[in-house]
C-alpha cells in the first residue's frame, strides 16, 4: 500500500474521502498507481474538486482485470508458439492486443505493452509463413524421394530445415523463452520429416 501523504500534495489528500485507502487496497499495484496519477493530473490542472474518485477506482478495478486476462493470454501464447502452432499464438496475440487496449481505455498506461503485441503479431505471421514454406518443401522432399531422386530430395529437406529454422527465430520474441518466460521450440524434431524423405530416397 503505498504512502498517500508522501506522494501526493498535501490539499489533495486533504479532499480525498476518508474511506480511500480502504477502496484502493484491494487494488493491484499498476491499479494504485493508476488512481494516484490520475489524482495528481486532477489536482495539476486544477479539476481536484469535482474528481470522482469513485468512478477512478472502478476503472482501476476493471483495468487490474484486464491485465490478469493480459497475463493469463501470454501464457497461452508462449505455450502456442512452444507447440509450433503460431496461426494459434497469433490469434491469442490479437486478443491480447484487444485485452491491452481495454486496459487503456479504463485508464492504465500500456503504450509499451500494446507495441510489443503488434510486435508479437508481425514476429507471428512470419513465423507462419517459414513454417507453411518448410511445410511444402518438405513434400517435395517427399516426392522426390518416391521417385528416387536422392539429390533433390536432399535440396528440398535442406530447404525445408531451413525455413523451420527461420520459422523458430521468428517466433522467438513471441514465446515465453523470447520475452515471457523460458519454454522452447525443438527445430531439430520439426524438420525431422524432411530429413527422413532425403534419407528414404538413398
Not at 3 to 29: K, M, N, W
Not at 40 to 66: M, N, P, R
Not at 128 to 151: I, L, P, R
Request: glycine share 6%; proline share 2%.
Amino acid at each position: 500500500m503505498p504512502d498517500i501523504d508522501t506522494i501526493l500534495p498535501e490539499d489533495a489528500v486533504a479532499q480525498l474521502p476518508d474511506t480511500f485507502s480502504v477502496e484502493i487496497a484491494g487494488l493491484s499495484d499498476a491499479g494504485q498507481t493508476q488512481v494516484l496519477d490520475a489524482i495528481q493530473a486532477a489536482h495539476d490542472d486544477g479539476s481536484l474538486a469535482t474528481f470522482d474518485v469513485d468512478h477512478a477506482v472502478t476503472d482501476a478495478a476493471t483495468a487490474d482485470y484486464d491485465r490478469s486476462n493480459v497475463e493469463a493470454l501470454h501464457l497461452a501464447q508462449a505455450d502456442a508458439v512452444a507447440d509450433g502452432d503460431y496461426a494459434k499464438a497469433d490469434e491469442i496475440a490479437h486478443a491480447t492486443q484487444y485485452q491491452l487496449q481495454e486496459v487503456q481505455d479504463h485508464g492504465g498506461s500500456e503504450e509499451s505493452a500494446l507495441t510489443k503485441s503488434e510486435s508479437d503479431q508481425d514476429h507471428l505471421a512470419w513465423a507462419q509463413y517459414h513454417a507453411d514454406t518448410a511445410t511444402e518443401e518438405a513434400g517435395w522432399a517427399s516426392d522426390a524421394a518416391a521417385h528416387g531422386d536422392a539429390d533433390h530430395a536432399a535440396e528440398y529437406s535442406e530447404m525445408a530445415a531451413t525455413h523451420v529454422d527461420s520459422a523458430v527465430a521468428q517466433a522467438a520474441p513471441a514465446d515465453e523463452g523470447g520475452h515471457y518466460g523460458d519454454h522452447s521450440v525443438d527445430a531439430g524434431a520439426a524438420a525431422e520429416p524432411a530429413a527422413d524423405a532425403s534419407a528414404s530416397a538413398e
